[in-house]
């Protein structure tokens, strides 16, 4: 393990330049060249932090009070068989603040998602104990804060989801 020829705040800035110019291309104001550009840089990000090449970054515009979460269940998908799985698979979802992560955890349990609620509001015991459903698999979706994000490594999901833009990098 060598350290990276680039500081973490260089990273930092090239994935935020990246992401803010594919999400000015939205609105057409970027040349190809540029989209193209900005694609390479991602790349460059990914390569030089060690990702899989099969990571994958979906971003969704929701527009509207309710776009969110409408677009949460569709991702999520269908309860199929009632058991609290979505067909998307187990999910790891982070929001930006505890009153967010109550949100999606109570409206997730609504609509019949098994989950797990896993941030600093949570009193310890009862965190431990969701976070061990989740492990265990009697939770399919763990929604969480950035209280989770150390560990991840030893959870066994296919999908991420950022449900809100962190507050701070």
């Known amino acids: 393990e060598g350290a990276h020829p680039t500081a973490p705040a260089d990273v930092i800035a090239t994935v935020t330049e990246a992401f803010h110019a594919i999400d000015l291309d939205r609105s057409g104001s970027l040349s190809r060249g540029e989209v ?30 309710n776009a969110k979460v409408s677009a949460l269940k569709d991702l999520l998908g ?5 058991t609290g799985k979505p067909s998307l698979g187990r999910v790891v ?22 989950t797990a609620n896993y941030h600093g509001a ?7 104990s969701n976070y ?10 763990l929604v969480t804060t950035d ?17 809100d833009f962190a507050k701070s990098a």
């Open 36 to 65: 193209i550009r900005a694609c390479r840089e991602q790349e460059k990000v990914r390569l030089l932090l060690g990702l899989p090449r099969n990571l994958r970054q979906n971003f969704l515009t929701c527009n509207g009070p």
């Open 78 to 82: 269908v309860n199929v068989d009632g």
């Open 93 to 114: 979802l982070f929001c930006n603040s505890q009153q967010s992560a109550r949100f999606v955890d109570h409206t997730l349990v609504e609509e019949g998602y098994a």
């Open 122 to 128: 949570v009193p310890a015991n009862e965190r431990a």
């Open 132 to 141: 061990r459903r989740f492990v265990d698999g009697d939770a399919q979706v």
């Open 147 to 163: 209280l989770a994000a150390r560990g991840l490594d030893e959870l066994d999901v296919r999908h991420v989801v950022q449900f």
